[in-house]
């Protein structure tokens, strides 16, 4: 079966730590994307990479980091300089990034406790 | 800074009828446009994308893409239940998306 996995579906962050999601395709797609979601809110883009070994700063990338050593893996690190983590988290892959359709993964929610 | 606006909502139509929700976007050079369903809780999921002016169906879907005006709607004929969710327009950037608000649909039995 093709498609994003996210995981964990759940995540429970103490302050101060680092935590990592993970991202993981197996459509083949070049490009692949971080968002954040509050509750009531839209998208916001954390970060985004076309290519293996290159990503790009998104609108909101400030406590956040990221790696593309692979096409299929696109992790994100919420580091201890974010200070309100707490929020839904969503990764996608598209073919063409920007200009075909993006799919996304089923999400992580991340917990300030 | 790019945007696509949405009227965040609630709309809510009565069951069988036709919703109708739209999507206005501040960058010309956007060439495609993308409607994506999200119900609470879960993920986005893509129901169409449109690249040229005028209408496209799918099924009880059909979007609509104005340029001229920079507008996108999308029309839901017989309106379900199952249809009640968040609706969100996304327009292309450079190598990313723009993604509006989102417009929260409620279909009323």
């Known amino acids: 079966d093709g498609g994003i996995t996210q995981s964990p579906k759940y995540l429970f962050r103490k302050e101060g730590q680092n935590v990592t999601l993970s991202c993981e395709q197996n459509?083949?797609?070049?490009?692949m994307y971080w968002y954040r979601q509050d509750p009531g809110q839209g998208l916001r883009l954390i970060y985004y990479?076309?290519?293996?070994?290159?990503?790009q700063k998104g609108d909101i990338a400030e406590g956040y980091s990221v790696s593309r050593e692979k096409k299929e893996s696109f992790p994100l690190t919420v580091t201890s300089a974010q200070k309100n983590p707490t929020a839904f988290y969503l990764c996608a892959s598209s073919p063409q990034g920007g200009y075909t359709e993006a799919f996304f993964g089923q999400g992580t929610r991340l917990t300030v406790v | 800074q790019k945007e696509v606006e949405q009227n965040s909502g609630p709309l809510s139509v009565p069951e069988g009828a036709i919703a109708s929700l739209n999507c206005t976007y501040s960058d010309r050079g956007s060439q495609s446009f993308f409607w994506y369903r999200q119900y609470s809780g879960k993920s986005p999921e893509l129901i169409m994308f449109?690249?040229?002016?005028g209408d496209k169906e799918d099924g009880r879907f059909t979007a609509q893409l104005n340029k001229a005006s920079q507008y996108v709607s999308l029309l839901i004929r017989d309106s379900q239940p199952s249809d009640s969710a968040t609706y969100l327009c996304a327009a292309s950037g450079t190598y990313k998306y723009i993604f509006g608000t989102g417009t929260r649909l409620k279909v009323l039995a």
């Open positions: 990479s076309q290519i293996v070994n290159d990503f």
């Open positions: 449109i690249y040229s002016n």
């Open positions: 459509l083949n797609h070049d490009a």
